[in-house]
């Protein structure tokens, strides 16, 4: 079965629609201050402490998607995203800021670095003749 070079660079803006909801914490921060009794800086280091790790596993995920494919990476990044973003309600709910910057910060920035990595590289892979418009699609989710 061939597969259109197009649907491929629409799941990738897809995927990075889905991760994208990781610069919505902001929108967050003030209730689960105010809820738990903690500093806004407190809980607003939990999305630095994402981004950061956004940063770092994007830097080396680049190799593992070409090793490994982005099937693998994309299924990796989502438990990690998704299991960090489950343990956040966790870590509110037992009231564990620690855990918050465990889970949100560390757990769902790695996941959303790995996210982040996975279309572009393949999307730029599908679209050779066309590598500005590719890496624009990906990075447009």
């Given at each position: 079965?061939?597969?259109?070079r197009?649907?491929v660079a629409?799941?990738?803006v897809?995927?990075?629609?889905?991760?994208?909801?990781v610069y919505?914490?902001?929108?967050f921060?003030n209730?689960?201050?105010?809820q738990k009794?903690?500093?806004?800086?407190?809980?607003a280091?939990a999305?630095?402490?994402?981004?950061?790790?956004l940063?770092?596993?994007?830097?080396f995920?680049?190799?593992?998607?070409?090793?490994?494919?982005?099937?693998?990476t994309?299924?990796?990044a989502?438990?990690?995203?998704?299991?960090?973003?489950?343990?956040?309600?966790?870590?509110?709910h037992?009231n564990s800021?620690?855990?918050?910057?465990?889970?949100y910060?560390?757990?769902?920035?790695?996941?959303?670095?790995?996210?982040?990595?996975?279309?572009?590289?393949?999307i730029?892979?599908?679209?050779?003749?066309?590598?500005?418009?590719?890496?624009?699609?990906?990075?447009?989710?």
């Open positions: 079965m061939k597969t259109n197009y649907v629409f799941a990738g897809m995927f990075h629609l889905m991760i994208g909801s919505a914490w902001s929108v921060t209730p689960i201050a105010k009794g903690w500093a806004e800086s407190s809980v280091l999305f630095s402490i994402a981004i950061f790790f940063g770092m596993s994007a830097a995920m680049g190799k593992v998607v070409e090793k490994i494919g982005p099937r693998l994309g299924t990796i989502s438990f990690l995203y998704g299991t960090g973003t489950i343990m956040t309600g966790w870590a509110i037992q800021i620690w855990l918050l910057y465990l889970s910060g560390v757990i769902g920035g790695l996941g959303l670095g790995a996210g982040y990595v996975t279309p572009v590289s393949t730029i892979k599908w679209f050779p003749d066309k590598r500005g418009l590719a890496t624009g699609l990906a990075i447009m989710g």
